[in-house]
């Protein structure tokens, strides 16, 4: 029993259980060839350590996304600093150049990743309705 109960803590170790997540209000301006992206806060709610290397996202997709693999143009991105547990980035916002995708209607929504091995996606927003390029 001890065995199986010091495994499965491994699994649960190793698949880099997060609680990174974006809150408040967020959202993105396209204005030519750049985009910003705001949002109110990204918190770090584990309960010790420091998250990976975090970054924020904009992508555009055919289907509104809910989970999983993301499927689509990356916008535009961006890295933080990791951040300890229990601490928060406040009025987070950054403008950059804006990659676009081909012509088409998209939705868009707005990536939390952590690097842990390979970027993650921890937490998403995706934004109404659907945009055109």
Known sequence: M????????????CAGISAQNLSGNWG???DGKYVKLYGDKIQNQNN????????????????PYNGGTISGYKLYEYAL???????YYYDVSKTGWCTYPPNG?????IL???YNYDYEIVDYISMDGYIRF
């Open 112 to 114: 939390l990743l952590e």
């Open 105 to 109: 209607s998209y939705y868009l929504t």
């Open 28 to 30: 993105y301006k396209i």
């Open 81 to 87: 600093d990791p951040l300890e547990s229990g601490h």
């Open 2 to 13: 001890k065995n199986k109960l010091l495994f499965l803590l491994s699994i649960l170790l």
């Open 48 to 63: 010790g350590g420091t998250s990976g290397t975090l970054k924020v996202a904009l992508w555009a997709t055919k289907y």
